[in-house]
């Protein structure tokens, strides 16, 4: 579909010249964000197929929020860009705009409103998911001045918490770096290439975080590590450990991936410098990078005593692969907080 407009251009475009004109007295905010791979710009004409279309989340004060919504619902017109404005989205046949309070509709995506202040269990129970679709998208006005400040917020983790996350994430790592060689060793090259898929997801995890950004779900994370700017050979190390047929090509391959990972980590001096080469797992002949000496590294740098007593089990998403779920559910604070001891 060579005519094809990312869904961010075609809403930014449906804000100006539709959405903006039917509320040009009332104070508001609009932007495009929350779920949606236009959000996070990995959009095609694939994602056209369902939840797609011209959108905008229209932000007023409570108060106005009935009387704006049908306004807007009666001046819309049928089509933009030859597309229609009501269209299926998430279940539902919905108008393309949104009317809604901001806090309100923080507290639905989040579980809080940031813009009040984030406590330590705010950032950890937050999925990493749900974080970026705050932070990316695009804000098309800001009248209300309270988008902006919410993505200012939430931009990037505090650097106590990052160096926590950071290194729960290491730990992941370090908990299977010689397995893909001890299952080859006997025989399970299968067990061997399903442990090998497993640490290259944490390595691109970790790759993302290093880089301050918040690694999206599944289907995209590979094409986030691919628009990190300096990931080509990581990715190729990583492409060709999935590839390999043998455990000691994978070993070789991952081998490769942590070095660039614990480089990577040294240039950003959160913590103090340490060797960068892989060496065997103890006495046995397997070639791992260490994961628990960079964890221990960024550990010992974290200066808030709250952080440093934490358990080593990490954020929502280190914790449970069902991050929306969880969200959805109302279950994301209260199991991060079970897990570290903290108060829900």
């Not at 009332?26 to 939840?51: C, K, N």
Request: aromatic content about 8%.
């Amino acid at each position: 579909m060579s005519d094809f407009m990312p869904g961010i251009e075609l809403s930014r475009a449906f804000y100006h010249e539709v959405v903006a004109p039917l509320v040009p007295a009332i104070p508001h905010s609009a932007a495009l964000v929350g779920p949606g791979s236009e959000v996070l710009e990995f959009d095609t004409a694939r994602s056209a197929d369902h939840d797609w279309g011209p959108r905008v989340l229209l932000f007023v004060p409570g108060e106005q929020v009935a009387e704006v919504e049908a306004r807007v619902l009666a001046g819309l017109p049928e089509r933009f860009r030859g597309l229609p404005t009501v269209f299926p989205y998430h279940g539902r046949t919905r108008a393309g705009v949104r009317v809604c309070e901001p806090g309100a509709w923080l507290r639905e995506h989040l579980g809080f409103d940031p813009r009040a202040g984030m406590s330590l269990l705010d950032w950890l129970s937050a999925p990493w998911q749900r974080l970026a679709e705050v932070t990316r998208g695009e804000v098309f006005h800001d009248g209300l001045g309270a988008m902006e400040a919410a993505r200012a917020a939430l931009r990037w983790y505090p650097e106590d918490v990052w160096r926590y996350v950071l290194a729960c994430q290491w730990r992941r790592i370090a908990q299977e770096e010689p397995f893909p060689g001890r299952c080859g060793e006997v025989g399970d090259e299968l067990g061997s290439a399903v442990v090998g898929a497993r640490l290259a997801r944490e390595v691109m995890r970790l790759a993302l975080l290093l880089r301050r950004r918040y690694p999206p779900y599944a289907k995209w994370l590979g094409s986030a590590l691919a628009r990190l700017p300096g990931s080509a050979e990581l990715g190729e190390c990583l492409g060709s450990a999935v590839a390999a047929r043998s455990w000691r090509d994978r070993e070789e391959r991952l081998a490769g991936a942590y070095a660039r990972l614990a480089a990577l980590q040294n240039r950003t001096a959160l913590a103090a410098r340490l060797d960068e080469g892989v060496r065997a797992f103890h006495d046995r002949p397997f070639k791992v990078i260490g994961g628990d000496r960079f964890a221990e590294a960024l550990l010992a740098s974290v200066s808030d005593p709250a952080i440093r007593a934490l358990p080593m089990a990490g954020c929502v998403d280190q914790l449970s692969d069902s991050t929306e779920v969880l969200v959805e559910s109302g279950r994301a604070r209260a199991l991060t907080a079970a897990a570290l001891g903290l108060t829900a």
